[in-house]
């Protein structure tokens, strides 16, 4: 069986599509999405992809008082998006483990895939203000 | 004598000055500085003027548990700003009371105007999550 | 018959609706959405309001080289919102004639008026740099 | 002679100093600076890097007419930073040639390595609106 390719989800994983509408606040001087715009709309998607897999994140830090911040981020920009552009953010979990949980991503515009990014959160204590391992709630969800 | 006219400091104000450097990710598509960037731009302002008066924002919130979020914005955008654009935000105390704290703004690129903004603020215990009369340290620091 | 009072529309104004969710970048150290934050929601109702009466903002600007940059802003924040929040932002013009186009806004959470603002634009040529009377396409979707 | 560890530069590379305010805007409601922050932050420094090596990148859109936007990024978070932290933000050329010009950075507060990035632009054509061959006057500048 060939390899799955980077930023294309196997089938076991679950692909989740979040739509944005880019803003014009999103846009700058060149005319085009400013890089880091895209970091947003990836949230956002992350966000979602939580809640419909069973996590409210909102009350994941207040009553598990439990973080996942971003650990590392790798964005490559294919092609430049524009103001009222409508994309869909494909995310999907591309590995978790004890020690990380990694976002994957493939926006596309139609049929184009503009963006494609890596984001690899970790798991603190609030309390405690340092890292743990991932919270079993968040494996529980995606393994 | 005449009243001192809107967005002039009165010889009794300290009249504070702080410099910005305008950025990419300010601007828009438009081709000039996005108008939720000065926000940005006087916020700074505010938090250095704090500090010239022997106010740390930081330890503010942190040691005496209350912080001063804005209540009420108003701002007027004479003329547009672009990248690169050295500014100097003109910030002083417009008005200091029991009830609420405002911060008026001027913003010049050498000697032309291009901002005016009135910025209030009250004060809220952190603790309690609720309002309460503005902080005698800032009372002490602007009277 | 009494007056409109402010930040209600009136019966003759189409009031839209635009929801947004508040995102975590849109949180600030004090647990609550930033005071500039709220420009954002603003703006992308705005457009979304022109779109509804027929207007793509979009293509406005590309085809007719006009731009309607914001040149006065009021905002009262009356209740502080949080990450997750699912807001309303009503949105309708409050005023418009051959020097400007206010649009009017209330946020709502549930039933709770959280901000109420007034954003007044011009029209400018985007080619001349330069002022012009309310583009007649405006007049015409709000009068 | 041992290879240069990567995020070190090398002492033929110029490495620039840049120092940033951490803002209270930049903060979000874990108490810390949203990832998305910091790609400002590192924005502002390629900017005044390019100045300090006689490119005003102003004026290199206006007059050449190109522009070098963020094709790929590489950002790890090391330590977290906090509101009114005052960063230095080291930034160098790490790779140019005629395809992309790859930006190094480390972030310290004070000794501490907060954060390290790549950030990689590539070279266009802004009338023509397609990627070109590496401008020759940023070649020189770091050469």
Known sequence: MPPTPPNS???SEARFEHRVRVQYVDTDQGGVV???A????M???RVELLRHRGVDYRLFEIE???AIPVAEI???YQLPCRFDDELVVECWVGVINRAKLRFDYRIRR???VTTTAEITCACVDLDRERIVSMDPLLR???E
């Open 74 to 76: 790798r964005v490559r």
């Open 110 to 112: 139609g049929d184009a």
């Open 34 to 36: 400013h890089h880091a």
């Open 64 to 66: 598990r008082r439990r």
């Open 38 to 41: 895209y970091l947003r709309f």
């Open 9 to 11: 989800p196997s089938s």
């Open 140 to 142: 529980e969800a995606f």
């Open 43 to 45: 949230e956002q998607a």
